[in-house]
């Protein structure tokens, strides 16, 4: 069979498959009315660095699109120029570009994040560190760094436990389970009770002095919500996305009318203060992707939502993904799409093995929406 004519039936039996499911229904009856946008997304990942062994790793599953995690920091100054620069050489090597960083932001936690002062909202501590910061942004920019990924958290990324997958070979997920968690009945940080008004102080004290440097780097910096969203106080904290995902993503996002303020859009992170993720997860791609401020994705699946949920493979959570990838495409996403939190096993290699499986099912997807686009271009 000729390749136009495989792509005809394959992206004939996709399309026609989503006109069928709910989540996709107006979408689909959307694009018979106008054209199926090109797809300009890519896979990546934020894994592994910049050492010829993820590089090459990389390279062999067809990711060349990265984030570097981070180049040398200099105590008291920031990061090192020439440090960044060899990185992007390291990569460009294989062919790969290096388009993102990790900020030192993190989702550890307040009590072992390298700049805590920021999110304590403690002057002039703070502000010492926010220097630092602006410079790190300077060194991205002069390296041709595209993204910068952070995270404006208090408590960590938060979980209960593991469940085992029989069905998936004994796979086992990370699980979040409110009701377990507020009997384990953990201790509050070190910032103590924090609303959410004090949390969008803090996070905009921040930004009124990082997105002007931003701006001039020409460098997007991308939050990464909190993981997972979670009752009002608890552990003292609320966090800015929290109890209404969408509201809070909707406040941050309006925060600033700048190309440079968006989000590392956490499709699992999202999902896991949705009731119903499967649906509810459609608006918020199509109002933040709008917006254009969606620089980079993470495609992380989960089985539940709100308050009890594990984190499990691309292709079997609630959230079909072929129609996530869909809405990503028909808002002109272009940035990377990345596998996040993967699940693990007993045997060696278990982080790899679940990477390389998210990597083809990635390229898989991309590779489907973009065959709509080539039929649809056939049709005309």
Not at 31 to 58: D, H, R, W, Y
Not at 122 to 134: A, G, M, N, V
Not at 147 to 153: K, S
Request: with cysteine; net charge positive; aromatic share 10%.
């Amino acid at each position: 069979m000729k390749r136009k004519n495989f792509i005809r039936v394959i992206a004939a039996g996709s399309m026609g498959a989503a006109a069928f499911t709910p989540e996709s229904a107006s979408a689909s009856a959307e694009n018979t009315a106008k054209p199926i946008k090109k797809v300009l997304m890519k896979v990546g990942c934020q894994s592994g660095g910049t050492s010829k062994e993820n590089l090459e790793f990389k390279a062999r599953h067809g990711v060349y699109n990265l984030d570097g995690g981070s180049p040398k920091t200099i105590p008291g100054k920031g990061w090192d120029l020439e440090d960044s620069l060899a990185k992007k050489e390291a990569c460009e090597k294989y062919g790969i570009s290096l388009d993102a960083y990790h900020f030192p932001l993190t989702s550890a936690g307040i009590d072992k994040v390298e700049y805590p002062n920021i999110m304590l909202g403690k002057s002039p501590e703070r502000d010492r560190e926010i220097e630092i910061l602006q410079q790190m942004i300077q060194v991205a920019g002069k390296t041709g760094i595209k993204v910068l990924n952070y995270n404006t958290t208090i408590l960590p990324v938060l979980r209960t436990g593991r469940t085992v997958d029989p069905k998936r070979g004994n796979a086992d997920y990370s699980t979040w389970n409110y009701a377990e968690a507020i009997k384990r009945n953990d201790p509050k940080t070190i910032a103590g009770d924090v609303s959410i008004e004090q949390m969008f102080e803090r996070i905009t004290y921040m930004l009124d002095r990082l997105l002007p440097v931003a701006k001039e780097y020409k460098v997007k910096m991308a939050n990464h919500i909190a993981d997972p969203p979670t009752p009002v106080g608890y552990r003292g904290i609320t966090r800015w996305n929290s109890p209404d995902v969408f509201a809070g993503i909707q406040r941050f996002a309006k925060l600033y009318d700048s190309p440079y303020h968006g989000f590392n859009f956490c499709i699992g992170s999202i999902a896991e203060g949705l009731k119903d993720p499967k649906t509810e997860i459609f608006p918020i791609i199509k109002w933040v992707g709008e917006r254009n401020q969606i620089f980079n994705v993470h495609l992380r699946n989960i089985k539940g939502g709100w308050n009890n949920f594990q984190e499990v493979y691309p292709d079997n959570g609630d959230m079909n993904f072929l129609h996530v990838v869909r809405a990503l495409r028909d808002v002109g996403f272009d940035g990377m799409v990345m596998p996040d939190h993967v699940p693990h096993h007993a045997e060696p290699g278990s982080g790899l093995q679940a990477f390389s499986f998210s990597y083809g099912y990635i390229k898989g997807l991309i590779q489907a929406v973009s065959d709509e686009v080539e039929l649809a271009s056939a049709r005309n």
